[in-house]
């Protein structure tokens, strides 16, 4: 939502309590204006941090500067990822420096956090297996047939007298900040999956406590107070 012409930087908000519940030592870096020479001279401070991870700028559009410089200047590892959200995604490396370019929407930015951050800041942390489990799950609801990428759909985890079963949430935009809301973990939605039934069991992965969106509304005057 826009006031007086601005947007307010959600994803800072947002990503600011993620690396907080990661118990990691993060540094805020300025927002980048769409003009190269002040990208690169930002993009020289890289070097004194382990990982870095910004929002927006990774697509092709002239505008998308960022991007642009990191693809010239780094050693591009991922780029363009098969999945719904966050097929924008790059993954690069500047010297010792990792570095994480997230989508500009807040869904996809805070679900492939969880899919392409949280893993790199366990693997820095020394840890063996980096990458969260998958649980699979019966489903509580029938989902339609999958699309021509990976979907991971947010959804809420149910616990009841029958054992736990998943809900997807209603919004799944990548707008939808609303469909963030209980969100406690993720579906895997294989391409061109048939539809599912109710009982079904599901690839979940689920979070841990405290990556949990259960609260973001809290953080609505943090948000607008960015503006």
Same mark, same amino acid.
Request: charged residues 20%; aromatic residues 8%.
């Given at each position: 939502?826009?006031?007086?012409?601005?947007?307010?930087?959600?994803?800072?908000?947002?990503?600011?309590?993620?690396?907080?519940? %990661?118990?990691?030592?993060?540094? #805020?870096?300025?927002?980048?204006?769409?003009?190269?020479?002040?990208?690169?001279?930002?993009? &020289?401070?890289?070097?004194?941090? &382990?990982?870095?991870?910004?929002?927006? =700028?990774?697509?092709? =559009? !002239?505008?998308?500067?960022?991007?642009?410089?990191?693809?010239?200047?780094?050693?591009?590892?991922?780029?363009?990822?098969?999945?719904?959200?966050?097929?924008?995604?790059?993954?690069?490396?500047?010297? &010792?420096?990792?570095?994480?370019?997230?989508?500009?929407?807040?869904?996809?930015?805070?679900?492939?956090? %969880?899919?392409?951050?949280?893993?790199?800041?366990?693997?820095?942390?020394?840890?063996?297996?980096?990458?969260?489990?998958?649980?699979?799950?019966?489903?509580?609801?029938?989902? &339609?047939?999958?699309?021509?990428?990976? !979907?991971?759909?947010?959804?809420?985890? #149910?616990?009841?007298?029958?054992?736990?079963?998943?809900?997807?949430?209603?919004? %799944?935009?990548?707008?939808?900040?609303?469909?963030?809301?209980?969100?406690?973990?993720?579906?895997?939605?294989?391409?061109?999956?048939?539809?599912? %039934?109710?009982?079904?069991?599901?690839?979940?992965?689920?979070? !841990? #406590?405290?990556?949990?969106?259960?609260?973001?509304?809290?953080?609505?005057? #943090?948000?607008?107070?960015?503006?």
């Amino acid at each position: 939502k826009a006031v007086n012409n601005q947007i307010a930087d959600g994803n800072r908000v947002f990503l600011r309590h993620a690396f907080a519940g %990661q118990m990691c030592t993060a540094t #805020e870096l300025p927002r980048l204006k769409d003009d190269r020479r002040s990208t690169e001279l930002l993009v &020289d401070r890289f070097k004194d941090f &382990d990982l870095v991870v910004t929002s927006g =700028g990774m697509s092709v =559009g !002239d505008f998308d500067v960022l991007g642009q410089v990191l693809r010239s200047r780094g050693e591009v590892l991922v780029y363009k990822i098969a999945v719904k959200p966050g097929k924008p995604v790059l993954v690069a490396k500047l010297d &010792d420096t990792f570095f994480v370019g997230l989508p500009g929407n807040p869904v996809s930015t805070l679900v492939s956090f %969880q899919l392409f951050v949280v893993p790199i800041l366990r693997l820095l942390n020394g840890v063996s297996a980096a990458w969260p489990a998958f649980a699979a799950l019966p489903l509580a609801h029938a989902v &339609d047939s999958g699309g021509t990428r990976l !979907d991971f759909k947010r959804a809420m985890v #149910e616990t009841g007298d029958h054992g736990s079963q998943v809900r997807l949430m209603p919004k %799944q935009g990548s707008a939808a900040l609303s469909g963030l809301l209980g969100c406690d973990g993720i579906v895997a939605r294989p391409a061109n999956v048939p539809l599912s %039934q109710p009982g079904d069991a599901v690839g979940v992965f689920c979070f !841990d #406590e405290k990556s949990r969106y259960l609260d973001l509304a809290r953080f609505e005057t #943090e948000i607008w107070n960015t503006l």
